[in-house]
């Protein structure tokens, strides 16, 4: 395997491992998963809800490496590292906020149909 590779996996290893809001979506993502097959979710369907997961996690990724290397160049307050952290939360909650839109789209009217 090559050294990217065995760097990337390792990256996302250290993620899982050691990030609580990376463990948080990878067990959403779990559920998410269950409830595609339980509803039977067509394949359309099924892209959209990968590709909300592999961009939530990707990006939560990236917010913790932005993070970290923030961190890595200063411990005081400066405000550009504050805004460039919160620009990157920001960047999550906005992808958070359109991938529960396009869950409510898929699940509500199978979960509603599913009731009745």
């Known amino acids: 395997m090559s ?12 993620a899982a491992a050691r ?10 993502s779990v559920m998410v998963l ?8 067509n394949k ?5 809800v990968i590709l909300c997961i592999g961009g939530m996690v990707s990006l939560e ?14 411990e005081d307050f400066h405000p550009l590292a504050k ?5 990157a939360a920001g960047a999550v909650l906005v992808f958070a906020i359109a991938c529960v839109i396009i869950g409510m ?5 199978k979960i509603s149909a599913w009731f009745s």
């Open 44 to 48: 359309y369907e099924w892209m959209a």
């Open 83 to 87: 805004q460039a952290k919160d620009i």
């Open 34 to 41: 269950l409830s595609g097959f339980f509803f039977d979710i």
């Open 19 to 28: 990030e609580r809001n990376v463990q948080i979506h990878c067990i959403l």
């Open 61 to 74: 990724m990236m917010n913790t490496a932005i993070e970290r290397t923030v961190d890595m160049y200063t």
């Open 105 to 109: 789209i898929i699940f509500l009217p």
């Open 3 to 14: 050294s990217s590779f065995r760097f990337g996996f390792e990256g996302i290893a250290a």
